[in-house]
Each structure stands twice: as C-alpha cells, then as structure tokens.
C-alpha cells in the first residue's frame, strides 16, 4: 500500500492503512463506526430561535443523553457534531468556519432549520444562503423550527450515516466501485421498527415511500398503530 | 424535603428521591407520539374521490409563499389525458423544504383545498436536491375507489359535478343531468369552516372530505 494515497483530510486516523484489507478491515470499520456513533459530542453553535429547540431535545423529556450525546462542549475541540442551530448572517461566517476548523476530525455538521440549511425565508443580502456554502454539511434539516422529534431523526439519520462510513481510502474506493443502498432518508422511528422498515424499503421501491410515510402517520394520529407493521392495521 | 442530615447528605436525598418519579423521557424513535391534530408537517396534494387531482394550477400557493419555497407550473387538461376536472392542472409541482417555513398561507391560499398539511414531520435529509419534493412525492396515497390520472371524469360530465357536493357512489343517469341545473349559489366556494389552516384534512383518510 503506497502512502500516496492516503487521503489525509478524510476521516481516515492512519492506524487503517496499517491493517490487512477485507474480513477485518470491515469488523474493525463496523467497530470503529459504532463507537463514533455512539458518543457524538455536539459543539454548541446555536444562533437563533432553533437553538430553543435545540435545549429541549438534550433536557429531559426528550434527552440526547439516551444516544450518547447528552455533553454540548462549549469548546469545539471536544466536539465531533457541530449542529448549526440558526440563521447565519455574512458575519458570522467566518467564525462558524473557525469553530469548524478548531474541531478534530473526524467532524460533521448538522445544519438545523431552513435558515442554516438554505437561507430559509431570510433571502436577503445579511443572511448566509445555507451554511454549505462555508462548511461542509452532512445532514440537512427542514423546519422553522423543527421539533425536538425532528432534530433526534436528523441525529438518528446522521448516526446511521456514519455507521456505514467508509474507513479509509482503500475501503472507500471498494464502497464507490459497489454503491450500497442505505436509505438515508428512511425516518427514524420507521428505521427502528422491523416490520416498518421492510414495508417502507418495499414502498420506496414502488416509488411511493412518501405516501407510505404518509399513511403511517395518519395511523399513528389516529392512535391505531405505534410500531409494527401497517399492514396489520389496514387489514 | 425537611432536613434529614448534614447538607451534602440531603443532596443525595434530592438524588434518591427523584429514582421513584415518573420518567417524562419520550422514547422517540420507538415509540412515535402522535402530534396535535393541527400541527403542521409536510404538504399533501389531495385526491377527487376518484383520484383525479384537485390542483388546478393556479400558483396562488407559491404567490403567497413568503419564503419562495413553491414552483407551480400549470398545464392544460385534454381529452387523452385528463388530470384534474376543468381546464387545467397543476403539470409541475414543487415544494423546496430547506426554505419551507411550514407557516400555512399556502394552504390558505389554496382555492381547491387541493393544498394541505400533514402531520409528517420526519423530513431530515442529507443533500438538498432530495428535500425539493416533487408532485409524485406530494400527491396524496390513492385509496380504494381512486384511480391514477390521466383519467375521465368519473364522478360526473361536468367539473360542477366535483365542485359541488355529490354522492360520487350513487352515480345515476338522472342524477348526472341534474348536476347542470345547480343553482349559482350553491357553486360558491369557501364555506366558512373551511377558510384557515387546517390539517384536520390531513388527519382523516386523505380526498374522502367533500367540500
């Protein structure tokens, strides 16, 4: 293996380059993504009203601290998630940049709220137009504000995401020559419910998930159905 | 609490006595709670009750959008392909959710009601070329009765047939003729419940509600 290769503003830490490919660079990826997943630190970036939304979902009623997430650092440093909680304005760019720059890898961001993601309603010369336009963005979020419900999907389709990062160069090559189909944006409670998860993967291949996403909530609205299968409640 | 012990030990108290509360914690992605009936989640482009599109394409949805989030391209209604009753249709149709401020004036300005909210809330993706959902995405699950357009209108020879209340199932010869002879009044859209934000649609089986 040639060192030339080695994409070093990747995730990548070295200690992957070092180990024998297939079986066990795969378990030792596995291993290496879940322990990633499972103790996301989040840097605090909160700049507006999604912010508030932000502090309910790591206190107690809805409690991040159930994903391993539950220490907002104040110092980038001790962060992994930058969750971009707010409408960004041309000045505050370039700080946003330096937080993300002072984060160690590996790193992502989370951009909360249409304003973070896209400049939201705020289409106007003050207002950044998404934060993708000065750091790089893993996860988009709609909603103004979203709910705590929507930041923990967005965190749970982050984690999911992550597990099924490629660790190092040479494995992500092997990734890109045979593309996996992950449905990043299957939700969450759908992801976490077998049955659900089967009948939507079904729907999504019919081209109709968003209708089946649909149907599933209004079961849920109607009180029918909290996990399982739709199917039993049609029936 | 009264005063047990020394005051570190009654910290521990505090500690020990909240082991026996209620835990308010919400297991979320288990177990999914259902919102308010009104809450506003993603759109939904509602169905005829026999599955032809209630969109007539008239913009007005992306005119009162304050966030620019809606991209409405009307086309024409043929014979061949038939979408919605009357003239036109909505041909393109496209919400922007990463500029979406789910505010409701779109459905306010809806004059079919063909524009609702659902309670749908679990939008979370990771580009943003996803997150423009399409008329596919939008349009509302057909139900049992429902047929996907293009279609004829079923319910009726004339658009008035779905504008103003009918049985669609009890489908007559003579009833279809007296469709033509409503009164002008009863053909005013908008009765009163109906003005405002109302997800209520989105709560029930979706295109069953006639105005």
């Known amino acids: ?235 | 609490m009264p005063s047990l012990g020394p005051k570190p030990l009654q910290g521990f108290g505090v500690t020990f006595g909240n082991m026996f509360k209620k835990v308010t914690t919400e297991s979320y992605p288990e177990d999914k709670k259902a919102t308010k009936p009104r809450y506003h989640g993603r759109h939904v482009l509602n169905r005829h009750p026999d599955g032809l599109e209630k969109c007539v394409g008239c913009e007005l949805c992306a005119w009162a959008c304050p966030a620019d989030a809606i991209y409405v391209e009307g086309g024409d209604n043929t014979e061949e392909a038939r979408f919605s009753p009357g003239e036109r249709y909505g041909a393109i149709y496209q919400i922007n959710y990463l500029r979406c401020i789910f505010c409701g004036l779109c459905v306010e300005a809806c004059p079919t009601r063909s524009l609702t909210m659902s309670n749908d809330y679990e939008l979370a993706d990771d580009n943003r070329q996803d997150l423009i959902f399409t008329k596919e995405q939008l349009m509302a699950p057909l139900l049992p009765g429902m047929e996907q357009p293009p279609h004829p209108m079923r319910l009726g020879d004339h658009e008035q047939d779905y504008y103003v209340g009918r049985e669609p199932i009890k489908q007559t010869a003579g009833a279809a003729a007296e469709a033509h002879s409503v009164p002008p009044a009863a053909t005013a859209p908008a009765s009163g419940d109906d003005i405002g934000v109302d997800a209520d649609e989105g709560a029930k089986p979706l295109g069953e509600t006639r105005r």
Request: a neutral charge; aromatic letters at 8%.
């Open chain 1, 1 to 235: 293996m040639s060192g030339a290769e080695v994409d070093w503003n990747g995730t990548d830490m070295g200690i992957e380059e070092k180990l024998p490919s297939g079986f066990l660079l795969t378990n030792v990826e596995k291993l290496v993504n879940w322990t990633r997943t499972a103790s996301l630190w989040p840097a605090t970036f909160g700049l507006a009203c999604c912010a508030i939304e932000m502090m309910a979902t790591g206190a107690g009623r809805y409690d991040l601290a159930r994903f391993g997430m539950e220490v907002f650092r104040a110092s980038p440093r001790q962060a992994d998630l930058m969750i971009v909680a707010g409408r960004v304005s041309q000045k505050m760019a370039p700080v946003l940049r330096q937080i993300y720059d002072q984060m160690p890898e590996p790193k992502w961001v989370l951009a909360m709220g249409v304003c973070a993601s896209s400049g939201g309603m705020f289409n106007n010369y003050a207002i950044l137009q998404g934060v993708d336009h000065v750091v790089p963005v893993d996860m988009y979020l709609p909603g103004c504000p979203p709910r705590p419900e929507m930041l923990m999907d967005a965190i749970l389709k982050l984690h999911h995401k992550i597990k099924h990062e490629p660790l190092g160069p040479k494995r992500a090559k092997q990734l890109a020559d045979n593309p996996q189909e992950i449905w990043t944006e299957m939700p969450s409670s759908i992801r976490y419910d077998k049955a659900a998860r089967k009948e939507w993967i079904q729907a999504a291949e019919d081209n109709r998930s968003s209708q089946y996403s649909l149907e599933r909530t209004q079961a849920v609205q109607r009180g029918d159905l909290q996990h399982g299968a739709l199917e039993k409640v049609k029936k």
